[in-house]
């Protein structure tokens, strides 16, 4: 009895993180940009600032008309928005907030099934491009599957390295093992972490698949409604899943002062802080060209993943 | 030679740096603009000052002051005098949905009796109703602000030049006067 009611304590305390963090990522990505551009964002919703522009949003979506194109293919292009946004959900549930398993589940191999989930959620676009029966839609959606090609293979040498480092797979034990020299160590590895997961998302300066000035909005083109709003969360949810992976990779975590107790404080902050880089550079540079996005992903992350790689074994051999 | 990605971080500051300043958004209907002196928002009208000459009318470029007048005579003001005429303003009104707001009306009038008035919030669901008819020209003349002082190394107006040499010429007369009086009460002494 008092298992399940722990597992659902759990799941249910994620679930709210899920709901919440992602519209707190957004709002903080409308007054950032608003700010950054010399503008002041939405000031009217809820009164405060604008504080519930994404709570009106939401309302606004829901009353949408739900529409499919005639033809469609309707099961895959209805089911797409929630492959897209579950995937994010189940990771949450893998990454540790805090010590003394403050975390959803401890899995195992939990690095292994973060970096497959993950994978997944690219699906929904790719679904989504290819049920949408529109040239827009499906050239969204191989720009998606080419992206998640090239990207997914820099991330998992670059979350390989990590692994080394920390000697395990569980993501509780690479924060466990952590010191605060492996961030200059894996600094490398950090960045082109960091890179391959914005690239993942379809951030802005790789946002390339949405390209709205030349595909409309890619995959996303055909929906309406709460269906295309799922979209949009999925992404936020994905900013949120991207710093904290990236936190507890390579920043630690928890790891800070007091953080026996406030632990979960620091995971939080450094979340956070991530996310307001992903907003920042999305902010400051362009989108890059289809083929330099390739090759940047092909040319310059990979050998520099391979590298952060081998100067991990390196290290570890000599300090073992 | 400059580092590589130097570019980068320059535009990454450039946005943070941005963001650090007060953004240049103006909230409009919560908070009124800071309008520079001399603004030009509404032409009002000291009637009192009016003598239909028509200058304003006929030089509007746009063709939207409406004059209406007529001519009343006025009694001999002394006895075995000329009667004097008169004109007296029936009716004055600027179509504001033509008016481009060169303000030539109001450099042409030679007796002050047009001005401009900061307040810009006029607009109307009909376009008749952007004709401003006499009282209400008369309502916006309340708004209009002191003259703002000049602007540090400006020319001095040239009503003041006048007045100061009028003055003067005022003055040396005066003197000239007292003089020649003082002379000849000196010959006369002398006499």
Known sequence: MNDILDVALRLVVVLVAFLTLPLIVGQTEHKVMAHMQGRLGPMYAGGFHGWAQLVADGVKFVQKEDVVPADADRRIFQIAPAVALLPYLLVLIAIPVGPNGFVGQDIDAGLFFVLAVMGVGVLGSLMAGWASANKFSLLGGLRTAAQLMAYELPMLLAAASVAMAAGTLSLPGIVESYHWWWTPWQLVGAVVFFTAGLAELQRPPFDMPVADSEIIFGAYTEYTGLRFAFFLLAEYAGIVVLSGLTTVLFLGGWHGPWSDSVGWLWTLLKTFALAFVVIWLRVTYPRMREDQLQKLAWTVLIPLSLAQIALTGVVKVVIS | ?191
Request: with cysteine.
């Open chain 2, 1 to 191: 030679m400059s580092i590589p990605g130097s570019g980068l971080a320059k535009g990454l500051a450039v946005t943070l740096r941005t963001m650090t300043r007060r953004s240049v958004t103006a909230q409009y209907p919560e908070v009124q603009p800071e309008l520079p002196p001399r603004s030009r928002g509404v032409i009002a009208l000291f009637e009192e000052n009016c003598t239909v000459c028509m200058l304003c009318a006929r030089e509007c470029p746009d063709w939207c002051i409406y004059i209406d007048s007529h001519k009343e005579t006025m009694p001999a003001a002394a006895p075995g005098g000329r009667e004097r005429s008169r004109n007296v303003l029936d009716r004055f009104a600027i179509d504001f949905s033509l008016c481009m707001y060169c303000g030539i009306c109001i450099e042409v009038c030679p007796f002050d009796a047009l001005f401009w008035s900061p307040e810009f919030e006029y607009a109307e669901t009909d376009i008749l109703e952007l004709t401003h008819e006499r009282d209400k020209l008369r309502e916006w003349m309340w708004t209009v602000p002191a003259p703002p002082p000049l602007d540090p190394g400006a020319e001095e107006p040239k009503e003041l030049a006048a007045a100061q040499k009028s003055a003067e010429k005022t003055a040396a007369a005066a003197a000239a006067a007292a003089q020649a009086q003082a002379q000849a009460q000196s010959q006369e002494g002398e006499a």
